[in-house]
């Protein structure tokens, strides 16, 4: 990715979603592209992934438009400092999330789901790590023959990285 970001149709191709998915979302007052020229940092492309992974696994929209702006609102370095220090989860429990990211103790700990259990609420944990790695390796591959998006990327697609949802634990 240049460091202008990318552009909207590279966002797509990237992402795997239309542009009309990208556009309704903007109508609906999610944050545009950031930088100059209309172009969608890396960090807003692995917010919009996160978002995208735990709708599909069951989060609410309420929680999964929180996950984004959360990680829209972090710095590029806040993001890789929080990476590097192993708080790489992103937890949403029900209607609501943790409002940070947590290490794997805290996303995995038992009382939070034996609470999803006995409430019946979804619990959805993402690792921004994974994502983050998927959506380099998508950017990276962009302009190649073959039209990039999640579904080439079987092992990490959009819920692979979604380790936990409705109070049960599958697999990665």
Known sequence: ???????????????????????????R????????????????????????AVRRQGACLTASVAAYDLLCKKSAEDLAADLASGRRYLVLLGESMI????????????????RAIRESLPLVIADVAIVSEVIDAAIANLGAD???????????????NV?????????L
């Not at 073959?146 to 692979?160: L, T």
């Not at 380790?163 to 697999?171: K, L, N």
């Open 1 to 27: 990715m240049s460091k202008d970001g990318l552009k909207t149709a590279q966002a797509e191709q990237v992402l795997g979603l239309p542009t009309a998915t990208l556009y309704r979302m903007l109508n």
């Open 29 to 52: 007052g999610f944050h545009g592209p950031e930088l100059r020229d209309r172009r969608w940092s890396r960090r807003q492309i692995v917010a919009l992934a996160i978002m995208r």
């Open 99 to 114: 409002l940070r990211l947590v290490d794997r103790g805290r996303a995995f700990d038992p009382e939070l789901r034996d």
């Open 146 to 160: 073959e039209k990039q998006s999640w579904e080439n990327f079987p092992s990490h697609a959009p819920g692979a």
């Open 163 to 171: 380790v936990a949802q409705r109070g049960r634990q599958t697999a």
